[in-house]
């Protein structure tokens, strides 16, 4: 697992690789197989995946509503055949799975194709089921990923996202100016993961204190909800810890019950339009006693929290990217601290080929 974190810089690099095309301040996505009219039509995209890729889905619909103004939604493809969906043919549908032979993801492909719809894959094992069966699609070029928690490819996943909304939006309302900028942000990114990876002792130091609790909640808002439930998968996958995720504001619905000072909180809080809001979120835990781990931008959060972690900041649609890593180290110490088989949790398999 940590092999695969550390290889994030260069494997981002090769999912990014030939596909920035600053000339007209778009990307180039030969695989996806639909022209510039084709994709005009589409009114509606809909993302189909199975735990981490569904996840990453959620922070892709979040990019292609953001930078297409398209209505877009991610779904667990485990859910989706048993409600016998309604297939639109303006809908996009994208299927995503890092092995490609994920059944449900699989069998979520076929109800959609049995149906009429247009289907792309996300995928990184070249040659795949799914990736056959979509036919069409984008490959991360991640190379092979071995720990059965999914880490490298969670990451290349969103990057592709970020590639296909840049794509979709560029042919509609997307300016060159904002298709400029985000190309120049996507660009610097595998530095700056690179950067937040040479910091990993600053989490180490977080998880020795979070080895020790029995339960963790993350909480985030809007794409910060999306890298929260993340957080709270790796961690739990890895480490047996018990850790949930709520979106920030959600907490005062039901959740914000369980906070005491035995239950730390694991903050995702961007310097972005929702900050104040966070803020006041984490004042709320704060008056429970609930402990507050921020993973933010710098600001004033230093205050409020009891430790942070501080990432780089990207455009804010890329933010989620690197907001995310610090996340997996942790999943990663508090695992190591506890003894954990990180590379082979129990009862999980890589890919589940299974229904
Ligand atoms: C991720 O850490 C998990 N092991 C799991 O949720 C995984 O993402 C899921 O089973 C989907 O696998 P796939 O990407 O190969 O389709």
Redesign the pocket.
């Known amino acids: 697992m940590r092999k695969e974190i550390a290889e994030q810089p260069e494997v981002v690099a090769r999912t990014l690789s030939g596909r920035l095309e600053p000339r007209f301040q778009t990307t180039h996505l030969g695989g996806i197989e639909l022209a510039a009219h084709e994709l005009l039509d589409i009114r509606r995209v809909k993302i189909l995946?199975?735990?981490?890729?569904y996840i990453a889905g959620a922070i892709g619909a979040h990019l292609i509503e953001q930078l297409a103004r398209l209505p877009a939604h991610a779904e667990p493809a485990s859910e989706f055949r048993y409600r016998n969906p309604v297939i639109e043919r303006d809908t996009l549908y994208i299927a995503?799975?890092?092995?490609?032979?994920?059944f449900d993801?699989l069998a979520a492909v076929q109800e959609v194709k049995r149906k009429g719809g247009r289907v792309l894959g996300i995928v990184n094992v070249v040659g795949s089921t799914i990736a056959r069966e979509c036919g069409r699609g984008i490959y991360l070029h991640a190379g092979p990923e071995i720990a059965?928690?999914?880490t490298k490819?969670?990451t290349c996943t969103a990057v592709a996202f970020a590639l296909l909304a840049i794509h979709l939006g560029r042919i509609r309302d997307l300016s060159t100016a904002a298709g400029g900028r985000l190309l120049t942000a996507l660009a610097i990114l595998p530095g700056q993961i690179d950067g937040i990876i040479a910091r990993e002792a600053e989490v180490a130091r977080l998880a020795e204190r979070l080895a020790l609790c029995e339960h963790a909640y993350f909480v985030g808002r809007s794409a910060g909800y999306a890298v929260a439930m993340e957080g709270a998968?790796?961690l739990k996958?890895v480490s047996y810890l018990h850790a949930e995720a709520y979106s920030a504001a959600e907490l005062k619905h039901g959740p914000l019950a369980l906070i005491s000072p035995e239950t730390p909180t694991i903050a995702v809080i961007p310097r972005d339009a929702l900050y104040p809001k966070n803020l006041s979120t984490i004042e709320e835990i704060r008056a429970r006693r609930g402990p507050v781990f921020a993973v933010t931008h710098a600001g004033e959060v230093l205050a409020t929290a009891d430790a942070m972690f501080d990432v780089p900041r990207s455009e804010p649609e890329l933010d989620p990217i690197l907001l995310n890593i610090p996340l997996q180290l942790l999943a990663y110490h508090v695992a190591l601290k506890r003894g954990c088989d990180i590379d082979k949790p129990r009862n999980?398999a890589?890919?589940?080929t299974v229904e």
């Not at 995946?49 to 890729?53: D, E, L, Q, R, V």
């Open positions: 995946g199975c735990g981490s890729a995503v799975s890092q092995s490609g032979e994920t993801t059965v928690v999914s490819t969670f998968l790796k996958e999980l890589k890919s589940v």
